[in-house]
Structure formats: C-alpha cells, structure tokens
C-alpha cells in the first residue's frame, strides 16, 4: 500500500482502559479508533496506524481508512480528529478489534458518550 510520508502513518498511544473506550468506534463494521489531530484529512482516505495499547512493549501496525471527521471547533467541545476505520485487508482488523474488545469486555454496552458518539 503506498502511503504518503508524513500524513498518512499516525501514532496512537491509549495508555488506559478509558481512554481506549473513548476512542474505539464498535459500530464500525471492521471496528475503528479515534485519533485527535488537527491535520486535515478527507473521508476515505487510507492512512497507516501505530497502535500502542496500555503497557504492550509491540506498537500495532493496523491500515484504515477515514471513516469519520470531527473538524476543529466542532459543536460541544468536541476534540477535533478523525475516526479510522479498520482494514481488513490482512486479517490485522479482526485481531486489533478483538484485542480492544477484551479490554473493553463489559465496557462497551455503557450509555456513556464518547468521542463519536
């Protein structure tokens, strides 16, 4: 997959179990993340992660697509930022998804809001 330098890989540290229920967008078919930036991004368009989730030593490479947009200033105070959809070109999807959900087991019928919705 030929990505752009600079713009198209993004690093995404989530350090604690809230911060990955915050971020994680299940109702993506493949499962997807929130990720905070103020760059400019277009629905669609594919982008290369670097997932490190809580005390893993091994990022977790994981491709998506733009999926979801939250420009800056967005109404509610919003964080600005773009949601990811998982591909699942390789296979990577499925796991990621399955390893966030592990986390989250119990977490994800929650009526609490987060950053999409």
């Known amino acids: 997959m030929a990505m752009k330098p600079g713009k198209g890989i993004l690093s995404l540290k989530i350090n604690d179990e809230n911060m990955l229920y915050h971020a994680y967008m299940p109702f ?34 994981v491709a998506g697509h733009i999926a979801w947009i939250t420009p800056k200033g967005a109404q509610g105070n919003q964080a600005a930022g773009i949601g990811v959809h ?32």
Do not use: C, W
Request: charged content about 25%; aromatic content about 8%.
């Open 86 to 117: 998982f591909s699942d070109m390789d296979g990577s999807a499925l796991q990621i998804k399955n390893k966030i959900e592990t986390y989250l087991a119990g977490r994800l019928q929650s009526e609490k809001s987060n950053h999409t919705m």
């Open 28 to 61: 993506l078919k493949n499962g997807g993340i929130f990720i905070p930036t103020n760059k400019i991004y277009k629905l669609g368009e594919e982008v290369f992660i670097l997932l490190s989730l809580m005390k893993e030593a091994d990022k977790i490479p």
